[in-house]
């Protein structure tokens, strides 16, 4: 049964600051890996996706890893800005085509 | 435009009642699911539906109850609605893991 862990579970950062969010998977046998964000009171908003035969992905100021074999991912988010304050959400994606989330990181930048 | 646009973004309804939750996809998507998300903001899959065929049900409790008219639509209609249904539920569609997933905004359900 695949699991999905995040850390931290917040993290308080000041502008400017580059940062890196964390995410493990217990089951490396995933079709990929997707990161959201998810603004307080709204849905989610697909930030970048990984493919398993991928190692990263970038956009913008966002560039995300993907090792199967250790079953990690992370997100890095270069020159943090307010307006990244949010929850970040990993999720793998296994053969049953059920994504399984971890339970977020809440991102605050501080101006 | 929306990609997958649910309906009504927020319901207040008593206990005991029988409500349902509307979703469509026009991504041309062959697979639609259901996910829950508690008060705790964990997000969780309740059912999966490929091409209206059910595939995935997450021992939901049988007062929910999805219905897949054709593949663009998944509807979630729960019976004799408890306190502890009381989340924001979450429609989503996959075109078969390629493009990853897309989710609505979120219908949030409260029971008084």
């Known amino acids: 049964k695949q699991e999905v862990t995040q850390i931290p579970a917040a993290l308080s950062v000041p502008e400017g600051e580059n940062l890196v969010l964390n995410c493990s998977f217990t089951?490396?046998?995933?079709?990929?890996l997707q990161w959201f964000r998810q603004d307080p009171g709204k849905g989610l908003t697909s930030l970048l996706l990984?493919?398993?035969?991928?190692r990263e992905q970038t956009s913008g100021r966002l560039n995300a890893s993907l090792d199967k074999s250790s079953g990690r991912s992370t997100l890095y988010i270069a020159a943090s800005q307010p307006g990244d304050s949010a929850t970040y959400l990993c999720?793998?994606?296994?053969?049953?085509?059920?994504?399984?989330f971890g339970k977020g990181t809440k991102l605050t930048v501080n101006p | 435009d929306t990609a997958v646009s649910q309906t009504p973004k927020y319901l207040v309804t008593q206990m005991g009642n029988d409500k349902s939750i509307k979703c469509e996809q026009n991504?041309?998507?062959?697979?639609m699911y259901w996910y829950k998300q508690d008060s705790k903001k964990f997000l969780k899959i309740m059912f999966s539906?490929?091409?209206?065929?059910?595939?995935i049900n997450e021992t939901v409790p049988n007062r929910f109850s999805p219905k897949s008219p054709d593949k663009a639509h998944l509807n979630l209609h729960i019976n004799s609605l408890e306190l502890g249904d009381s989340a924001v539920y979450f429609c989503?569609?996959?075109?078969?893991?390629?493009?990853?997933?897309?989710f609505g905004s979120g219908t949030r359900l409260t029971v008084v």
């Open positions: 989503a569609s996959n075109g078969q893991g390629i493009g990853g997933y897309t």
């Open positions: 539906y490929n091409n209206k065929e059910l595939i």
């Open positions: 089951d490396s046998a995933i079709y990929n």
């Open positions: 990984i493919q398993s035969s991928q």
């Open positions: 999720a793998a994606q296994g053969g049953s085509e059920k994504l399984v």
């Open positions: 991504l041309g998507h062959d697979t």
